[in-house]
């Protein structure tokens, strides 16, 4: 068995057949490890996550070329809802909770579409409202009035219900207080850590990332501009001088 769980070679993506958002991106995501994709604004995070989920769609013109590969398998021919059962799971930007059902309503709607059995999804809630006791307090709410931080907590975990090998996260710190940057972190850490869950984060925020990261990459106008350890980029001025808006 390979040690590397995800691998992407020679990406390349276009938007409406004509703007090139991606060209030549390779990365590999080894398992256990936590990889941070970083980079300006449109510098190409959320689509090469959308290329690696298969959530580009050539019928409104979105087009990919290169190779992905999760597991040792091709995923060309796979669909996103494929992707999941096989264990890649994403969690994009934006926080798309199911507004009007309430925290643990959510919850158990990725229980479902994991296809876990009633016993399986008490033991999930059982789980995240370990990892994230906020959400047990805020169980019966409406997740629609619920604050940004309870609601990034809410897709996290609902994703974690269906039991990913891979979770892909785009921006998991926008808009959000630097504590609860942190509590978000720190959560991804412990289930890196204690269960070995392997994590690709896309993040703007390259301060917070690159202290969590295993590993981490640049992407500057949808190319691979700088990778390696992040221990060793966290130092370096390039990632000073990219402007990633970090605090
Ligand atoms: P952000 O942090 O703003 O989401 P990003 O690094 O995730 O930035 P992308 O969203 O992947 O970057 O955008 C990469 C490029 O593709 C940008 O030039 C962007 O304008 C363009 N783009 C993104 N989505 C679309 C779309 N649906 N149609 C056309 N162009 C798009």
Same mark, same amino acid.
């Given at each position: 068995?390979?040690d590397?769980?995800?691998?992407?070679e020679?990406?390349?993506?276009?938007?409406?057949?004509a703007?090139?958002?991606l060209s030549h991106v390779?990365?590999?995501?080894?398992r256990g490890e936590?990889?941070?994709?970083?980079?300006?604004?449109?510098?190409?995070k959320?689509?090469?996550?959308?290329?690696i989920?298969?959530l580009?769609h050539?019928?409104?013109?979105?087009?990919?070329h290169?190779r992905v590969v999760?597991?040792g398998r091709d995923t060309?021919?796979l669909t996103?809802?494929?992707?999941?059962r096989l264990?890649?799971v994403?969690?994009?930007e934006?926080?798309h909770c199911?507004r009007?059902?309430?925290?643990?309503?959510?919850?158990?709607?990725?229980g479902?579409?994991?296809?876990?059995?009633?016993?399986e999804?008490?033991a999930?809630l059982e789980?995240?409202? @370990?990892l !994230?006791?906020r %959400? =047990?307090?805020r169980? &019966?709410s409406a997740s629609?009035?619920?604050?940004g931080g *309870?609601q990034?907590?809410?897709?996290?975990?609902?994703?974690l219900?269906s039991?990913p090998?891979?979770?892909v996260l785009?921006?998991?710190?926008m808009?959000l207080?630097?504590l609860?940057?942190e @509590?978000? !972190?720190s959560? %991804? =850490?412990?289930?890196n &850590?204690?269960e070995?869950?392997?994590?690709?984060?896309a *993040?703007?925020n390259s301060t917070?990332?690159?202290?969590?990261?295993d590993?981490?990459?640049?992407?500057?106008g949808g190319s691979?501009?700088?990778s390696?350890?992040a221990?060793d980029?966290?130092g370096?001025?390039e990632?000073?001088?990219?402007?990633?808006?970090?605090?």
């Amino acid at each position: 068995m390979s040690d590397h769980l995800l691998m992407l070679e020679g990406l390349a993506a276009t938007y409406n057949h004509a703007i090139r958002a991606l060209s030549h991106v390779s990365l590999t995501v080894r398992r256990g490890e936590i990889v941070a994709l970083l980079g300006a604004n449109g510098a190409g995070k959320s689509t090469t996550l959308k290329a690696i989920s298969n959530l580009l769609h050539a019928e409104r013109g979105q087009l990919t070329h290169g190779r992905v590969v999760f597991d040792g398998r091709d995923t060309a021919a796979l669909t996103s809802a494929d992707l999941v059962r096989l264990g890649l799971v994403p969690v994009l930007e934006g926080r798309h909770c199911f507004r009007a059902l309430n925290v643990e309503e959510n919850l158990v709607a990725g229980g479902i579409g994991g296809g876990l059995s009633r016993g399986e999804i008490a033991a999930g809630l059982e789980r995240i409202y @370990t990892l !994230f006791p906020r %959400l =047990k307090q805020r169980r &019966r709410s409406a997740s629609g009035l619920t604050s940004g931080g *309870e609601q990034q907590m809410t897709v996290i975990g609902r994703a974690l219900m269906s039991r990913p090998r891979l979770l892909v996260l785009d921006e998991p710190s926008m808009g959000l207080a630097p504590l609860v940057v942190e @509590t978000i !972190f720190s959560t %991804l =850490k412990r289930l890196n &850590r204690e269960e070995g869950l392997s994590i690709l984060v896309a *993040e703007q925020n390259s301060t917070v990332a690159l202290r969590y990261a295993d590993s981490a990459a640049v992407l500057e106008g949808g190319s691979m501009a700088l990778s390696g350890d992040a221990a060793d980029l966290r130092g370096r001025p390039e990632i000073k001088a990219l402007y990633l808006g970090s605090p």
